[in-house]
C-alpha cells in the first residue's frame, strides 16, 4: 500500500485508510465483536494504517473493538477518534467545552488501549464554544502527549482558518465523493493554501456508488439512509444515471465503480486520504485494491464530462442533521 501525508507535521498514512463506524453502528446491526476484530486485522496486513473511529460510534464499543484490534501493532498504525456530542451521543447535540473534551480524551485512551491518540477530531463545529478555545484544549493535550495531531470535522473554511492559528490543523474529515463534490468550491482551496490534509468520509456515497443499491434495496429498521432524502426509492431510482456512468467507465478501465470512485479522490488531490468502510473481506479487498488504479489526466477529463450530464437528487442529510454542518 503507498503512503500519503497529512498535514503540515507530515503524518504519515496509507493512501486508502479504513473507517470503522460502520462494523458497530450507522448501517444495520453490528459486526460480530470477534469478526468485527478480524477484518481490521485484515486491513492491517493489506497495508492499511489509518484507522478511524470515535466515541460516538455506538457509542464507545467501536472505540473498544478498534482499540482491542490494533493492540498488537499498535506502534505501526495511525488512530483517529473523535470528540464533539454530548456523552458521546450524537442524538443529543454538541459538547466541545474544554472540560469534555479532556474527558473524551482520556475515557478514549483507556478503550483504545493506548497512551496517545494520533489525530484528535472535533467531530462537528460547537455553536456554542468559540474554535479557538477548542484548538486551545487540544493544543494542551498535544503538549501533554495525550494527542499528536488536531482534526476537524465539516468545518467551513473560516472556522478551519481560525481553528488553524491557534493550532495547526492536521486534517478535515468531511463527505467527499463523486455524488457531493461541495467542498470543491471553498474547502479544497483553503485545506490547499494552510497545508492541511482532506479525510473523506463516505468515499463510496455511503455504499451508492458500488452499484449494489437500487430502488428495490430494503434496509433493515436501525441503518440511518433510512431517513436520508438522497436514498428514498424515488432518488435512488432517479441516481441509478450516475451508476451507468461510473459502470461504463469502470468497464473501460477494467475496475469496479468503487474502485473508480476512490481512485477519483486519489487523483484528485496528493493530500487526499480516503476512509471507505465496509463489514465484508471481499470489499475490504476491492476497495484497497482502488490504490493501483492509474486514471490520467485524460480518464479525469472524460470523467468530468461524463458526470456533468448527471443531477443527483436529493439531499445527504435530513434537515435535522444538516443543521450541525459548519458553513
Not at 477494467?254 to 465496509?278: C, E, H, M, N, S
Request: glycine share 8%.
Amino acid at each position: 500500500m503507498r503512503k500519503r501525508k497529512l498535514g503540515k507535521a507530515g503524518l504519515e498514512v496509507s493512501a486508502i485508510g479504513f473507517g470503522c463506524m460502520g462494523l458497530s453502528s450507522g448501517f444495520g446491526p453490528a459486526t460480530d465483536t470477534a469478526e468485527a476484530i478480524k477484518l481490521i486485522r485484515a486491513a492491517f496486513e493489506k497495508g492499511v494504517t489509518f484507522f478511524d473511529t470515535a466515541e460516538a460510534y455506538g457509542p464507545f464499543v467501536n472505540e473498544e473493538v478498534v482499540g482491542e484490534a490494533l493492540a498488537p501493532f499498535r506502534d505501526q498504525v495511525v488512530i483517529a477518534t473523535k470528540f464533539g456530542f454530548i456523552d458521546g451521543d450524537a442524538q443529543r447535540g454538541m459538547d466541545s467545552r474544554p472540560a469534555r473534551i479532556r474527558e473524551v480524551a482520556e475515557a478514549s485512551l483507556k478503550r483504545l488501549k493506548t497512551d496517545h491518540i494520533d489525530l484528535f477530531y472535533q467531530h462537528r463545529v460547537d455553536p456554542n464554544v468559540p474554535i479557538e478555545e477548542v484548538a486551545a484544549t487540544v493544543r494542551d493535550l498535544t503538549r501533554e502527549g495525550k494527542v499528536k495531531h488536531f482534526g476537524l470535522s465539516e468545518a467551513g473554511a473560516q472556522t478551519i482558518r481560525r481553528a488553524d492559528a491557534v493550532q495547526p490543523v492536521t486534517a478535515l474529515q468531511s463527505e467527499y465523493s463523486l455524488w457531493w463534490r461541495e467542498p470543491e468550491k471553498q474547502i479544497l482551496p483553503t485545506l490547499e493554501e494552510l497545508g492541511i490534509g482532506f479525510v473523506p468520509f463516505s468515499p463510496l456515497g455511503k455504499g451508492f456508488l458500488t452499484g449494489a443499491i437500487d430502488e428495490k434495496t430494503a434496509f433493515s429498521a436501525n441503518d440511518f439512509r433510512n431517513i436520508v432524502p438522497r436514498f428514498t426509492q424515488e432518488n435512488r431510482k432517479a441516481n441509478r444515471a450516475l451508476i451507468d456512468v461510473l459502470g461504463d467507465i469502470a468497464e473501460l478501465k477494467r475496475a469496479t465503480r468503487a474502485q473508480i470512485a476512490l481512485a477519483w479522490l486519489l487523483q484528485r488531490k496528493p493530500y487526499i486520504v480516503p476512509i471507505p468502510g465496509t463489514t465484508k473481506r471481499q470489499r475490504l479487498e476491492e476497495n484497497l485494491a482502488a490504490a493501483e488504479v492509474e486514471l490520467s489526466s485524460d480518464d479525469m477529463r472524460e470523467i468530468a464530462d461524463a458526470l456533468s450530464s448527471v443531477t443527483v437528487k436529493g439531499d445527504r442529510y435530513p434537515p435535522q442533521w444538516a443543521a450541525r454542518v459548519d458553513r
